[in-house]
């Protein structure tokens, strides 16, 4: 089946120490996004890609990073995480940009900062 | 700019009773409009979206949305909940390439 698939599910770094988070699709979609999401909030965009053009949302800090090197691959870096970044990282994908084209979640990552 | 609101975080339902789940949006141009579920410690996933063709939508696990354009409304509505109802329940809509979520109702399910 054609999906979202999120690397780890579940993660534990420490205070300051760099964590990357991983996505990837067989959508074969151009657009992915990753999302913040804080208990009991809505989840909160942090940047996205289309093709290969970054686009960073302008609260985004610069404690967070993206890569995407293919279609197919995208990953989400926290140089210094905080305890303020524990949360759930989602990556979601849509076939275009534009208004009409809904957005397909992967299953998450949860980030615990100790 | 493109916003919906969502009132009363969290809604409780018998089983069996019908789920009415509130969504306003305020927008300028007519708008794309979603409905999106999370299950626990899980991604969301699309019940339904609204994009002009019908103003009844119908989506997935006997959700649907009726498109109410003088109410400014997109209410989510399922006549008989399910304990597997239990869930998050997102509103959103397309803005600027984005998806503007509001701030989602917990709905939980007594048995």
């Known amino acids: 089946d054609a999906m979202v698939i999120q690397n780890p599910r579940y993660q534990v770094t420490q205070f300051g120490k760099p964590v990357t988070l991983s996505c990837s699709q067989t959508l074969n979609h151009n657009v992915m996004y990753w999302y913040q999401q804080k208990s009991s909030q809505a989840p909160k965009l942090l940047f996205h890609y289309y093709d290969k053009d970054f686009n960073n949302e302008a609260d985004t800090p610069d404690n967070f990073q993206s890569r995407r090197p293919n279609t197919s691959f995208c990953f989400l870096d926290i140089r210094s995480p905080g305890l303020g970044d524990a949360a759930m990282y989602l990556c979601a994908t849509s076939r275009e940009k534009g208004i009409s084209y809904e957005q397909y979640f992967g299953p998450g990552t949860r980030l615990t900062v100790t | ?111």
């Open chain 2, 1 to 111: 700019a493109q916003s919906v609101t969502q009132l009363g975080s969290h809604v409780s339902v018998s089983e069996g009773a019908l789920v009415l789940l509130r969504c306003n949006y305020s927008s300028s141009v007519p708008p794309y409009l979603f409905w999106y579920v999370q299950y626990p410690n899980q991604g969301l996933q699309l019940l339904l979206k609204y994009t002009s063709a019908a103003t009844l939508v119908k989506g997935i696990n006997g959700f649907e949305a009726e498109f109410k354009k003088s109410e400014t409304s997109f209410h989510l509505t399922k006549p008989s909940a399910h304990m597997s109802d239990a869930a998050e329940y997102f509103c959103a809509v397309s803005r600027n390439n984005r998806l503007a979520f509001g701030k989602g109702n917990q709905v939980v399910v007594i048995p």
